[in-house]
C-alpha cells in the first residue's frame, strides 16, 4: 500500500474517474465514470453525463490537499487509489451524486452510496442509460470494423504532443492519422503508453 499526498496545484483531471497528479496518473478506485463527452439519457433529454462527471472530480480535486492511498496497479500502469480531499472521498462523492457507477466487477466499496442515488433518480439514474464499460466496449467493437489490422486507438502528434485517441474520445471522429508525420496506430492503451503517447485531459 503505498500514501501519495499533495498540496499543491499540479493536478489534472483526464476523466470523470482518472487524474494524473505529480506526473503520476491515479484511477478511482470502485467506480466507473461516464466517459468524457458520453451523454446519458435524463428527465429532459440527453446530458453530457461525462463532461459533468469530469467537472465535479476536477472542483472536488480543488478543494484542498489531496490524500491517496494506493491499492495496485493497471495494466495501463495507473495507480488504483482511494483519494480524499475536504469534500470527503472522491469516489463516494461521485457515486453519491449519481455521476459514477459502483465498479462492482472490481469493488463493492460503493454499493451503498449507488444504491441511494438510484432510489433518489440523480444523475445517471435518471433514467436507462448506458453503463460507461458498455459505452466502451460498443464503441471499440465498431472502431474495430474499420481501423487497420483491427487496432482502433489514434496516436496523433500535435503541438500538445503525442496523444492517443480511443474510439469513446470525443476527438475520435475528428482525429485523422497521417503516418508521415509519425502518426500511428495502437491496437491497446497499454501499447500506445508504451510507446511515450498520453491519454486527452478533459
Not at 13 to 34: N, S
Not at 75 to 80: A, C, D
Not at 121 to 138: C, D, H, K, L, S
Not at 174 to 197: D, H, P, Q, V, Y
Request: aromatic share 10%.
Amino acid at each position: 500500500m503505498l500514501i501519495a499526498s499533495t498540496t499543491h496545484a499540479d493536478v489534472r483531471v483526464i476523466d470523470g474517474d482518472t487524474f494524473e497528479m505529480d506526473g503520476q496518473v491515479y484511477r478511482i478506485e470502485g467506480i466507473d465514470a461516464p466517459e468524457f463527452g458520453q451523454r446519458c439519457n435524463g428527465f429532459s433529454g440527453a446530458w453530457l453525463c461525462g463532461d459533468a462527471a469530469t467537472e465535479a472530480l476536477r472542483l472536488d480535486l480543488q478543494s484542498g490537499p489531496i490524500d491517496c492511498i494506493t491499492h495496485g496497479t493497471d495494466g495501463y500502469g495507473r495507480r488504483i487509489a482511494t483519494c480524499t480531499t475536504p469534500n470527503g472521498d472522491l469516489g463516494a462523492n461521485l457515486v453519491a451524486r449519481g455521476l459514477a457507477w459502483a465498479f462492482i466487477k472490481y469493488s463493492d466499496s460503493y454499493v451503498p452510496q449507488e444504491r441511494r442515488a438510484k432510489t433518489k433518480g440523480i444523475g445517471i439514474w435518471q433514467a436507462q442509460t448506458e453503463p460507461a464499460w458498455e459505452f466502451r466496449e460498443r464503441r471499440w467493437a465498431s472502431a474495430s470494423q474499420q481501423a487497420p489490422y483491427g487496432c482502433p486507438i489514434k496516436g496523433n502528434i500535435s503541438q500538445n504532443g503525442r496523444i492517443y485517441h480511443t474510439p469513446w474520445s470525443p476527438w475520435y471522429s475528428r482525429t485523422r492519422i497521417n503516418l508521415a508525420k509519425g502518426e500511428r496506430w495502437f491496437c491497446s492503451e497499454a501499447e500506445a503508453l508504451a510507446a511515450g503517447w498520453r491519454a486527452p485531459r478533459g
